[in-house]
């Protein structure tokens, strides 16, 4: 399922890229294509900034595992209450971490879009 997720977002974020493409390209009059180019810039870079952010809220996610981890060490609760808690911290790891591969996915494909859009404003 996790595969699945992967492909549409590389499929939904390709999608995306071909639009911006051959809208650019079918556009003739430079002042139209500029304006489309910009119009785009911007939102690919809302976008791009919105998942960088992302990687600091990953990252408070990641020190609160470990400081989960640790805690659940020096609980010295009983077995069953350990393994649940290893669970639940294996779970968050799990669902962080394929966050982390989505954003990186996004900004590559965003980077794509932000080249492609500053290549069609600077080329008349």
Request: with cysteine; aromatic share 12%; glycine share 4%.
């Amino acid at each position: 399922m996790i595969f699945a997720s992967y492909a549409y977002r590389v499929l939904s974020n390709f999608v995306f890229l071909g639009l911006v493409y051959f809208t650019l390209n079918l556009l003739e009059k430079y002042e139209q294509r500029a304006t489309v180019a910009i119009l785009v810039l911007v939102y690919a870079t809302m976008h791009a900034l919105s998942g960088l952010r992302s990687f600091y809220f990953f990252q408070r996610i990641e020190r609160l595992e470990g400081e989960t981890r640790r805690l659940a060490a020096a609980a010295g609760e009983g077995p069953n209450a350990v393994a649940s808690r290893k669970q639940i911290v294996a779970d968050v790891t799990a669902l962080r971490h394929a966050g982390e591969i989505k954003s990186y996915i996004d900004i590559f494909f965003l980077a794509l879009v932000i080249l492609l859009c500053v290549a069609k404003i600077v080329v008349s």
